[in-house]
């Protein structure tokens, strides 16, 4: 055959010849893993701060795959195992032990119970929990309390984080309240967490013991069925900057959801650099 030519199709042609669309790079496919950091972003006292676990890692939990659950059992259903895999739980870091007082003039304010049984320093205290000015209340018969968690979690693609109490803890007392939670994109808005109350009984105290389950954090990925991640992350410098151009924005405008595209267009390509340290375990 000259050269130059080209074989003729059919039987003997070169089975090592392929169509150029193959040879064109494609794109690498996505992580199994949809790979999710978390920090705590405080200057004192950081190591109080346990690190986030999944419901399905909880000691009981484990206790109960160790025995060799039923086949059929609760243990073994792969909705409930999904749930908990996608589920994390935040344990408390210090034990809570508040009241609210209301005064003659009708004002309130937190203290610890009368057995002085929290562990907090009260000036620390003072630091930590928060009343919330009534205006801002979503009822105005019932106070909302906050206490600073100042966790931060953050991608590098589209998560939401949702913010839930821990359903899935039972408490011989239950607490007298409602916890409030919440839900944003921490691609884009990876803010620091606040715990927060709706007090409904302010004739009861507020217990909560260090260690505790305190909330549960549940994550949204663009495909739902994709296993998620945590590790451990960095606050590296371009973290830092993107997390100073949206702290306290509250305090300046209403409404913050609007400001989500603006906050995507200005964030680095990379949010998340993992710790180069172990990760830490609660």
């Known amino acids: 055959m000259p050269e130059g030519a080209s074989r003729p199709p059919g039987r003997g042609a070169s089975r090592s010849v392929r169509p150029a669309w193959l040879s064109l790079t494609r794109p690498r496919p996505a992580s199994r893993f949809c790979e999710i950091g978390w920090l705590v972003d405080t200057e004192k006292a950081g190591l109080i701060y346990g690190a986030p676990r999944a419901l399905g890692r909880r000691p009981d939990a484990l206790a109960a795959e160790q025995r060799g659950p039923n086949p059929k059992g609760v243990t073994r259903c792969p909705a409930l195992n999904d749930l908990e895999a996608k589920t994390f739980e935040v344990p408390c870091p210090v034990d809570l032990s508040l009241r609210l007082v209301q005064d003659d003039k009708g004002k309130l304010r937190i203290t610890g119970t009368a057995t002085g049984q929290g562990s907090v320093n ?57 916890l409030i939670g919440g839900r944003f994109p921490i691609d884009v808005w990876p803010r620091s967490l606040m715990w927060a109350l709706e007090w409904r009984d302010i004739s009861k105290p507020l217990e909560i013991r260090r260690g505790e389950p305190w909330f549960y954090l549940r994550f949204e990925t663009a495909v739902p069925a994709r296993p998620v991640r945590l590790v451990e992350a960095e606050m590296t410098e371009a973290l830092r900057r993107h997390c100073q151009a949206l702290d306290g924005v509250t305090n300046y405008v209403g409404q913050t959801f609007q400001l989500f595209a603006e906050a995507r267009a200005r964030r680095p390509k990379q949010l998340l650099t993992r710790a180069e340290r172990p990760n830490r375990r609660g």
């Open 122 to 178: 009260r000036q620390h205290l003072a630091r930590m929990v928060f009343l919330l000015q009534r205006e801002r209340w979503r009822d105005p018969r019932y106070p909302v309390v906050q206490v600073v968690a100042p966790y931060r979690f953050v991608a590098d693609e589209e998560v939401w984080l949702n913010q839930l109490p821990p359903y899935d803890h039972w408490r011989e007392t239950p607490w007298p309240g409602l």
